[in-house]
Structure formats: C-alpha cells, structure tokens
C-alpha cells in the first residue's frame, strides 16, 4: 500500500505565528549554537576534527537543516550546508562516508550509516542538492556489498535500528527503479534486523537493567519500522504499530502519549521518566504512520506528544533541556545517592546542556522544525491539513499555483481561519482532520455535524476564507493507581510548583557548561501534596508571555481547580521525589481553588492526581 498522504517539504511549508517563534526560539538557543558551543558537534570526526564520529552530528543536522530551510535563514543555511559539504567531501571512493577513525569498518556500529543516510535525504528534500542521490547511491551499493561479504556486522543499533535507513532507501527505489539489488538490501536489512515480537513480553515489567529491546528510543522509532519498510519489501501493512504501541502504553503509559523509559522500559508510575530523544523520536514515527496509514489516531497521538511531552521538557529559551522528564515531578536537583531511575544518572531530570549524556543534546533539534513539515500533507485530491499550528503553504495543483494559510494560536485557542488563494479556478481539495475530541463543530459561524473531516473544494480565482472552530471541554482522566490527570483537547494540565533555580556553571572532562548552556537546578518552593476535590474543571482564556509560546510564567491557556492538601509523603531514602502514590488520599482541608498550567509550562508540577475523599 502507497502512503496514504505524502509530506510537503519546507520549500512549501512556511512557518507563521507560534510555531516560526518557537523555531526562532529554537535557532537562538541550543540547537542554533550547538556548532559554535559542544565539542562533539563543533570538533566533531564528521568535519575533519576529532570528537565524536558516530551519531552526534547526523542528528544535530536533523533537526537544525530543516529549522535552517523552514525559518529561510542564510547564517543558519551556511553553517548547515559547510556541514554537509564536509561530509560529502570525505566519502570514500567505494562509497563509505562515516570517519570510522581506528575502528575497523566490521566492528563500527552501523547505525551511524542509516542515519547519515536518513539525514542527506532529510537535506535533500529541503535544498534538491544534485549531488544527493548519487551519494546515496554509492553509499547504500558499499553498504549491500559489504553486508554480502562480511564487511560490516549486524549489531547493536544497527541491528535494532534496521528500518531507520528506509526513509533513504524508499527514494532510492524512486530514483533507481531498475537496480534489483535496493530490494534485496531491504530483505537483508529487516532478515538481520530485529524482530520486536520476541521481545513483547519484556515489556509488560521493568527489567531494572539496561537492554536494546527495552531501550525507550529504540521502542519509539520501531513504531514505524512497518510503515517505513512494507512498500520496499513487498508486504502488506497490518497496522504492527497499533500492536506494539497499545502494549507499551498498556503497561509503561504516560499521560502525555509516551511511555516511561529511563532509559528503558519503567512502568506505570508517575514519578519514572522518560527520554527527550524517546519523545522526539515518537513525534517522528506517529508522523510517518499518520502519513502512511491516513489513520488520525496517530496524528491525536502526534498532537498529544507534541504539545506536551516536548515543550515540558526544554527551558523556555531552548538552551536547556533533560534527558527525563516525569509527570509527578517536583524538584529538579540530583538525587543523593542512587537515584530511582532503572538505567539513568541521578542528574538526568536537571536542566542542562547534557544531563545524564549528550544524545538528546544533538537529537532533540527535529521535534518542532518535523512537526512543522508535518502540518500539512499532500493527498490524491489536494491537500490536507494533519496538524493544526500556523503556516503558510505554497504549492501547486495541476499547473495551477496555489496557496494555503492557516492563522490559529491552538492548542492554545480553537479557532482557525483557513485562506486559500488560487491564481485560477482549481479543482483542489482542502481537507481538514477533525480530532475525536471535538464535540461541536462551526464552519463560517455555523454550526456544522461532527465528522473525521472538513472536506471543501470548489475554489474560484481569488482568495477564499474559512473559518473553523473547534467546542470541546476540560476532563479529568482515570490513570493506574486510581490517579487521575485534567485534559482539554490535546492539552494535559498540571498543578504548576513554584521553584527557585540555581545557575550551574563548570568543565567536566573538557565540556564547559557556560551561560546560557550551563545546568539549571530548579527547588520546587510551593505545596506540591493535593488532591482533586472536585472533578469540575473551568478554562481561562490569558494573554500570555509575548513571544514565548509555552510560557512556564504566564501561559495563555490555563484551567480553574479544585484541590485540597492531602498526605502524599516522599519516595523512601528521597528528599526530592514524591512518592509514587499518596500515603493517604484524605483531604486534610476544605476545597481551594487553584490554577493548573499546561503540562508543557509546568517545569516543575503534579499532573496525576488522585481525587480526595472528603472529612467526617
Ligand atoms: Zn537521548
């Protein structure tokens, strides 16, 4: 089966609004600087220098040549392409392109081939450099010829990550359509690549040890390992995503879409964690199903990670991040001693430039910019608008130019115009996925049936608007241990905990944490220990933080609770962790109201709480 929705690319996609300030945000942050500041990314082997080799620099460029090409920015265009040019200027003769150093090629990991690979053609699509599919050509022809020779071994993460280079492999099919050997490397790579069914039965109890097959990241990019892969091989799609994902949520969920892995599979609890590099890379794979399948269940999940999970988890000015973040998390400081994590430092819930270790620090740059270029997609009949967040799309439809707009501010508001400018009439088009959420629908003002999509068409000469609102309300849901999180539509909320941060500044191992990329150690100040009393909830419409989209100060959407103290009590040997479950759920005072944040603002909070039994 063909893709359902093929991706635009960003010489269609123009970000707008909130989503092009928090790229901006983004470039002016971390990822923006991370050539100028991180050894590993600015010394790195890839360019000639002599750090990391391996898988530090192909996903920085992830994400920061598609927040380059997305913002149109010639600093940020330049120093990705002086990148790529080095890379490319250093691919061997028999086409092997990774600074193997030392490391003879039978025992380099593999996995860096696949993702350089996937990430030239990440580059490939926002620039049309000429140079790239040859380069993928003579790169996957050394690969498949050293993979029948014994040349390379598969292991480790190349034997886990078998399907990664297929994003690069699918248009080399396109491009290549007569070279028989791209399919028999396709069958070679997933026969040596991992089966994920021998090891579902792992994932239902923390193994409180380090494995690949419990490995959060790997579990977060195997969800699309089908989907990516079934139309080079030959097989039928059979939806093995759904599969995989709903075990994984049934027994390691987290309320924002992922599942706990710090850094492997933990649980149900609300005070494990879970990886930054987990979080983008399941952006990644629902927005690969979604576009495969058409199923908008995996664009609600796409949503749900998106504009929760991701934003949580990074400072407000993107220099910062954590390699965990966790729902019931109330203090970000180390932990003394050994920390409760199964396979994690005692510092990877700090903010900071690379607490626990630096894979998230180069990784986390693709959650926006592929978001971005997810928003809308291409389908038979037009166009289709997959997730909601403002741009501008510019493209063509049967000769005829044509363009798209949306101005919106959700998830933050629920109202959304749509112009569409034609320069003659069209036969285009625009669709709309409509998310299960939504109860009352308008178009124009008027009040519209409920459906999976808003189909219109019909487009004359001229500039056509529409407008859409969504109607939907706040909810508590029912989390394990009879806990319970407020939702509004794709919004989790949390009891924010006010904090104090300290500022963290040294060299460790020739690394130098400096400000504004230092650690940040935030103390949580406030009453974290509360209970719903009630399950009625009320949304506030704010002003908000300008040119913050996820303000942790002054969020422009929040809702009106009702708590009381309960006693909750510390994890045992904790001074800084909660426990996982109150001691008792009795309300210790009368209801207060108070204000929950979205869960993305709330650096420190509670998200799942139990509700209270009431005095007498
Ligand atoms: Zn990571």
Known sequence: MASVYQFLTSKEISPRGWIKRQLEIQAEGLCGNLDKVWPDVRDSQWIGGDREGWERVPYWLDGFIPLAYLLDDEDLKARAQRYVDHILAFQEADGWICPNGDTPRAEYDIWAVHLIAKVLTVYYDCTRDERIPEVLYRIWKNFYELLITDGITVRKWGQFRWFEGFIALIRLKEWYSDEAWIGDLAKRLKETGTNYDEYMESWKTPLHKWTLYTHVVNMAMMLKSEAVSCDLLGEA??????????????????????????????????????????????????????AHTGDKKWAERLETVAFNALPATISDDMWAHQYDQMSNQIDCNPMRGNPHFNTNNKDSHVFG??????????????????????????????????????????????????????????????????????????????????????????????????????????????????????????????????????????????????????????????????????????????????????????????????????????????????????????????????????RSRRALDGPQPMVLYPYGCAKLRMTELPIVKKNG
């Open 237 to 290: 799609y059979t939806d093995l995503a759904e599969r995989y994902y709903s075990l994984l949520m049934k027994y390691n969920g987290m309320p924002t879409g992922c599942f706990t892995g710090d850094e492997c599979l933990s649980g149900l609890s609300p005070i494990q964690g879970t990886e930054l590099c987990g979080v983008v890379e399941l952006m990644y794979s629902f927005e690969w199903l979604y």
């Open 353 to 582: 430039l690379e607490p626990n270790y630096g894979c998230c620090t180069s990784n986390f740059g693709q959650g926006w910019p592929k978001l971005a270029l997810s928003s809308f997609m291409r389908t038979r009949d037009g166009l289709l608008c997959a997730v909601p967040v403002p741009v501008s799309v510019s493209t063509e439809w049967k000769g005829v130019p044509v363009q798209v707009t949306l101005d919106t501010a959700y998830p933050f508001r629920n109202s959304f115009t749509y112009r569409v400018k034609a320069e003659k009439k069209t036969g285009m088009k625009l669709r709309i996925r409509i998310p299960s959420f939504v109860k009352e629908l308008t178009v124009n003002g008027e009040r519209v049936s409920k459906r999976n999509q808003l189909v219109f068409g019909g487009f004359e000469a001229g500039e056509t608007v529409i407008t859409v609102g969504y109607g939907f309300e706040a909810k508590l849901e029912a989390r394990p241990y009879q806990l319970y999180t407020a939702r509004y539509g794709s919004l989790l909320f949390a009891l924010p905990i006010s904090y104090e941060v300290k500022m963290k500044e040294y060299v460790r191992e020739g690394v130098e944490r400096k400000a504004p990329y230092c650690d940040y150690y935030y103390k949580g100040t406030s009453d974290w220990n509360y209970g719903y009393a009630s399950r009625t909830l009320t949304v506030e419409e704010r002003d908000g933080e300008d040119g913050i989209p996820f303000s942790s100060h002054a969020p422009s959407l929040v809702l009106h609770a009702e708590l009381s103290h309960i006693d909750w009590g510390l994890l045992e040997r904790f001074e800084n962790v909660c426990a996982k479950v109150p």
